[in-house]
């Protein structure tokens, strides 16, 4: 997310969907001071429920502002799973714009919480480093999630379908 808002052409349209207000503000304020004249033409920071609905009057006020504006970018940060069911719910929906799901890159690039160092960046292992800075809030998701596709990977692996033919 950095590198591109640092290098896309100012004079794209951006979106933001998900994180708190002052995370929006902040990313704002970090990426048109490093790439004057991008433009963010709209937010939404309310609350995206687990099956990808938002609350109350959001749901459909959020899809109208969207197309309103036509964003050519719109980033959407909920977090996993809730930003993947937000897509798969209204993805139809939308008329105009790229859709980029980058769940926790919302509060690093804020500057709201620590990112992983560059090593472990490198090597894939920003999960690691998360994990370890939040253990109680993304425990269960990663042994869910991240066993389950280990689950996948096995059975298509053993039916010949993992890695091509």
Excluded at 106 to 121: E, R, S, T
Aim: charged fraction near 25%.
């Amino acid at each position: 997310m950095r590198k591109f808002l640092e290098s896309v052409p100012a004079t794209s349209r951006h979106y933001l969907l998900g994180g708190s207000e002052e995370c929006g503000n902040r990313i704002r304020d970090i990426f048109t001071k490093r790439n004057p004249g991008l433009k963010f033409v709209g937010s939404f920071h309310g609350r995206c429920l687990h099956d990808g609905a938002l609350e109350g009057e959001a749901e459909l006020k959020v899809i109208d502002e969207i197309n309103r504006l036509a964003p050519d970018y719109i980033w959407v940060g909920f977090g996993t799973p809730k930003q993947h069911a937000w897509l798969k719910r209204h993805k139809h929906l939308i008329q105009r714009g790229v859709i980029l799901t980058v769940g926790f890159a919302f509060d690093v690039n804020a500057g709201m919480k620590p990112d992983a160092p560059a090593w472990m960046q490198r090597l894939g292992l920003t999960w690691v480093f998360r994990l370890c800075s939040e253990p109680r809030r993304l425990l269960t998701r990663y042994a869910r999630y991240n066993s389950l596709f280990l689950w996948y990977v096995l059975t298509d692996s053993l039916k010949g379908r993992a890695w091509g033919r």
